[in-house]
Nanobody
Framework: QVQLVESGGGVVQTGGSLRLSCAASGGTFRAYGMGWFRQAPGKEREFVAGISWTIGRVIYAESVRGRSSISRDVSQNIMFLQVNSLKPEDTALYFC?????????????????????WGQGTQVTVSG
């Protein structure tokens, strides 16, 4: 069974940076699409960024494009999300997710319904 465990959240001042990690286990991720989503209180879960596991194709939501970077270490089965210039509106519970049907070549889907596996989330709070 695929398991995803996020870490790296915390309280950060406006303008600061965070690096989130997602440790993946229990599967062969070669053809997976992996994604980061976030959910703020009272709002729907929204796509943040995605990366294809083997080829490394990436996609970003407009809200974080230019100030974030998604990456993965295939030898350690860990995915990362670096977000810089954090804003109060970035405050949310951040989830990593896995889409086992993405394939090698496709850009990961921004649609949360395409992801079958989810972690429990890590809280990011941007203050000030």
């Amino acid at each position: 069974q695929v398991q995803l465990v996020e870490s790296g959240g915390g309280v950060v001042q406006t303008g600061g940076s965070l690096r989130l990690s997602c440790a993946a286990s229990g599967g062969t991720f070669r053809a997976y699409g992996m994604g980061w989503f976030r959910q703020a209180p009272g709002k729907e879960r929204e796509f943040v960024a995605g990366i294809s596991w083997t080829i490394g194709r990436v996609i970003y939501a407009e809200s974080v494009r230019g100030r974030s970077s998604i990456s993965r270490d295939v030898s350690q089965n860990i995915m990362f999300l670096q977000v810089n210039s954090l804003k109060p509106e970035d405050t949310a519970l951040y989830f990593c997710a896995a889409d086992p049907d993405a394939g090698f070549w496709r850009v990961p889907s921004p649609n949360r319904d395409d992801y079958d596996y989810w972690g429990q989330g890590t809280q990011v709070t941007v203050s000030g």
